[in-house]
C-alpha cells in the first residue's frame, strides 16, 4: 500500500512540475536562473504566478521583482520593499475580491429568478470565494511604490501573461501598457460575443466561459480592481444570461422554462388553448321592418344576447428582454370560434301600428319571437404582457383584445291586432284578430376593442390555465398547451 502511494504522489508530483515548467518557459526571460536551473522551484512559482494572474495580473511583475532580487543575492531594503509591497497588495486585493464577490451573491439573491436557478448560481459564486483568505506578512506600509518600480515592465508581465508567448523579449522601445491595453478589450470582446450569443440562444461552450469567468473576474464592471477597462454588463447579469441557459450543469427542471419564463429567461414559444366562455355577451342593433304597404316599424331583438360556446386559439410569446419582471414579454392570441346564438322568449315592440284606407282601419302591435338559434364566426387578437408574478407559478398579465363577430339572427316578427273592414262588400266579418307572421333574420357585425387583465397558473411544465376578466364584463377561463421555439 505504501509503495502504491508512493508511486502516485510522485506521478503528480512530476505532473505539477510540467505543468509549472510550461508556465515557467513563458516568463523565462524575467526570472532568476536559480529557479530555471532548480526544477523544484517550478511548481511553487507556477502556482504562484497563475493566483496573481487570476487576482489581478499587474501583481505577477512584483513577484517577478521579487525574485529577482532575492535570488541574485540582491538583498536588502530595495528587496524588502518590494516584499512588502507585494504583500500588501496580494492581501488587499483578496480581501477586495471577496468583499465583492459577497456582494455579487447578495445581488443575485434579489434578481427575480425562480430558487432553484438562484440557488444554481449562488453555488458558482460561492465557488469562487476561498472559504480562509491567507494573509500574507505585511508591513502595511504607506510609502508609495517601491524604488525602481516600472510601469511598462509591470505591464510587459500582463502582456505575457495573456498572450503566453514563450518568445517576446522585453522591447523599453515598446508601450506595454497600450499592449495589454487592448489584449485586456480583447478578452472582453469574447465575454461581450458569449454574452449576445447566450441571449440569441446559440450554442456556447459552458464550460468554457465558467472557467475563463474564474480566470478574469477583474473584467467585469464594478469588480474589485481599478485602472483597467470593463464590460459594459456586471457579472450577475451576464452569469443569468450564460450560466442558467440549458447544460450539463443544470438539472432538467431548470432546462423547461414555463409560459411566463420562471426561473429569469425570457424564450418565444408557440401556445395552442382551449378558451371557454362563462359570460359572452354580443350587442345587437336595434331593427326596421316594412310592411307590404311600405309603413316601417323599428323593435329591438335585445340589448345583449348571452351565447355560449369555446374557442381554439393559436398563441405566440415573444420575449422583450431577458430577465423575468414587468413587461418582460408580449403574448399574443389569434383565437376563432364558432358559437351558438340562443335566446328564447317573447318581446314585444313599443310601438302601436295603425294603417287606416278608404275600407280599412288596422290597430294593434307587432310582437318579436326569438325561438330559433343559428351558429356563427367570431375571431379574436388578444395582446398581453406580465405585470406581476407571484413566485415561479402565478403570473398577472395586463393587455386588450380586438373582436370581430360577424352573424345573423333569426327570429319571427308577427301582427297581433284588430282589422275593422267597413267595405260592405267585403267577405269578411267587418271585425276580426289576425296575425302575420315574417320570418326574419338580424344581420350583426361588430369590430370592438376593450381592456382585459389575465391571471395565469402553469401546472405542469407544458400546461397552463388562465382565467381572463374582459372590460365589458365577460370571463373567460382557458387551458393551454406550450412547445418553446
Known amino acids: 500500500m505504501k509503495r502504491v502511494l508512493f508511486i502516485l504522489n510522485f506521478i503528480m508530483l512530476l505532473v505539477v512540475a510540467g505543468s509549472g515548467q510550461q508556465t515557467l518557459n513563458i516568463f523565462k526571460h524575467e526570472l532568476p536562473e536559480n529557479i530555471l536551473k532548480n526544477k523544484l522551484f517550478s511548481p511553487e512559482v507556477e502556482k504562484n504566478i497563475l493566483e496573481y494572474g487570476r487576482l489581478d495580473p499587474r501583481i505577477i511583475y512584483l513577484y517577478l521583482e521579487y525574485l529577482h532580487l532575492k535570488f541574485d543575492k540582491k538583498t536588502g531594503d530595495k528587496e524588502n520593499a518590494f516584499l ?14 471577496s468583499k465583492w464577490l459577497h456582494k455579487v451573491k447578495q445581488e443575485i439573491k ?52 495573456f498572450t503566453q508567448s514563450a518568445t517576446e523579449k522585453y522591447d523599453a522601445g515598446k508601450n506595454y501598457t497600450r499592449l495589454a491595453d487592448s489584449l485586456y478589450r480583447q478578452e472582453i470582446d469574447r465575454l461581450a460575443g458569449w454574452y449576445e450569443k447566450a441571449r440569441e440562444k446559440q450554442d456556447i461552450d459552458r464550460n468554457k466561459i465558467k472557467a475563463a469567468v474564474r480566470e478574469k473576474l477583474y473584467l467585469f464592471k464594478g469588480s474589485y480592481v481599478s485602472g483597467l477597462p470593463t464590460t459594459p454588463f456586471g457579472l450577475p447579469s451576464f452569469l443569468s444570461s450564460i450560466l442558467i441557459a440549458p447544460g450539463d450543469w443544470i438539472p432538467f427542471r431548470d432546462k423547461v422554462i414555463p409560459f411566463f419564463a420562471p426561473g429569469g429567461r425570457q424564450r418565444s414559444d408557440l401556445l395552442i388553448s382551449l378558451q371557454i366562455p362563462a359570460i359572452n355577451r354580443v350587442a345587437v342593433p336595434g331593427q326596421t321592418y316594412t310592411d307590404a304597404q311600405g309603413n316601417s316599424y323599428d323593435y329591438d331583438l335585445s340589448d345583449e344576447q348571452t351565447y355560449a360556446g369555446f374557442s381554439v386559439g393559436l398563441g405566440y410569446t415573444l420575449p422583450l428582454r431577458r430577465e423575468k419582471g414587468i413587461f418582460s414579454y408580449l403574448r399574443s392570441f389569434v383565437r376563432i370560434s364558432t358559437k351558438q346564438f340562443t335566446s328564447t322568449g317573447e318581446k314585444v315592440s313599443d310601438r302601436i301600428s295603425k ?109 397552463l390555465i388562465n382565467v381572463d376578466y374582459i372590460f365589458n364584463g365577460e370571463i373567460q377561463y382557458g387551458l393551454g398547451m406550450r412547445w418553446p421555439l
Open 355 to 463: 294603417y287606416i284606407s278608404s275600407y280599412y282601419w288596422i290597430k294593434g302591435t307587432y310582437k318579436v319571437q326569438q325561438e330559433k338559434s343559428k351558429p356563427f364566426i367570431m375571431t379574436q387578437l388578444e395582446l398581453s404582457t406580465p405585470f406581476f408574478f407571484l413566485g415561479d407559478n402565478l403570473a398577472l398579465e395586463i393587455g386588450g383584445l380586438l373582436r370581430y363577430t360577424k352573424t345573423g339572427i333569426p327570429h319571427r316578427l308577427f301582427f297581433d291586432g284588430t282589422i275593422i273592414i267597413y267595405d260592405p262588400d267585403a267577405e269578411l266579418d267587418p271585425l276580426y284578430t289576425e296575425s302575420r307572421p315574417v320570418d326574419l333574420e338580424a344581420g350583426v357585425s361588430q369590430f370592438m376593442a376593450w381592456p382585459l387583465i389575465s391571471v395565469k397558473y402553469s401546472i405542469l411544465d407544458y400546461m
Open 84 to 97: 512588502w509591497y507585494l504583500n500588501d497588495r496580494v492581501n488587499e486585493t483578496r480581501r477586495l475580491r
Open 110 to 161: 434579489e434578481l427575480d429568478l425562480g430558487e432553484k436557478t438562484k440557488n444554481r448560481l449562488l453555488d458558482y459564486v460561492q465557488g469562487l470565494i476561498p472559504e480562509r483568505l491567507d494573509r500574507l506578512p505585511s508591513l502595511n506600509r504607506e510609502d508609495g511604490l517601491p524604488p525602481g518600480y516600472d510601469v511598462n515592465r509591470r505591464d510587459y508581465m500582463a502582456y505575457l501573461y
